[in-house]
């Protein structure tokens, strides 16, 4: 993560306590589909009434966020809609192929690997007031470049972000671990686009207010830990 220690990964970061979570042993039912469901329903992108008041609330962001996933992409594995879930004024989810048309908006970046695609550090630094939504692909590297082909998304122009080390606990087969889940290329897209926006004066730096992006991601990740590894990270 950005400004993490690799041996306590969310040790510098503003994360809410997700002990609560641990005291919910059955499953509940979503308000609005009905369907079964743990912590938030996948379908609906919202959390389960007995915690939707004890869940953290991010709402605005640097810009707004959509999410175009591939339909063959599980729900219940797509970490995009752990975003939506703790911002939901600020982050939609799509599936493929029906999204948006984008070439009616102004300040549209998609933030994904193309041929001549523009760091995110400097396209934020020339055109951070200028970036108003940001535009990701919740899929397998092979299914993305099929939603990629979409006129709607090629006309974009697009942005990567710098390269790190996932915590992703699902890695793609014959990838390398810099291959981000969508919840974690959210979070850094965010926090460089505010980061640039404030500068680098020490007074306006990034602030941690996005830090619960990763409050449902952080949770999984120390289960995931336990269960294999048998050791915690240090929060």
Not at 169 to 195: F, N
């Amino acid at each position: 993560m950005a400004r993490c220690d690799s041996q306590a990964p969310f040790s510098g970061l503003k994360i809410s306590s997700t002990t609560f979570l641990d005291e919910i042993e059955r499953r509940g039912s979503c308000e609005n589909c009905g369907k079964s469901r743990k912590f938030f329903c996948y379908s609906c992108h919202i959390p389960l009434p007995e915690i939707k008041e004890l869940i953290p609330h991010i709402p605005s962001l640097p810009c707004h966020i959509d999410v175009i996933k591939h339909p063959n992409e599980h729900d219940g594995k797509s970490t995009s809609i752990h975003a939506a879930v703790v911002s939901p004024h600020m982050v939609k989810i799509y599936t493929f192929p029906n999204f948006p048309d984008y070439s009616m908006e102004d300040g549209v970046v998609l933030v994904y690997p193309c041929e001549g695609a523009v760091p995110m550090t400097t396209m934020v630094a020339s055109r951070a007031a200028e970036i108003k939504k940001m535009v990701f692909i919740d899929s397998t590297w092979t299914q993305s470049k099929q939603i990629y082909k979409d006129p709607r998304l090629k006309a974009l122009p697009c942005v990567v972000l710098r390269t790190r080390k996932s915590l992703f606990w699902r890695y793609q087969l014959g990838k390398p671990d810099s291959y981000l889940a969508t919840i974690e290329a959210i979070y850094d897209a965010v926090v460089s686009l505010e980061e640039r926006r404030r500068g680098n004066d020490e007074a306006g730096s990034y602030d941690g207010s996005y830090d619960n992006l990763l409050f449902f991601f952080r949770y999984f990740y120390e289960k995931m830990n336990d269960l294999y590894f048998n050791k915690s990270p240090t929060a």
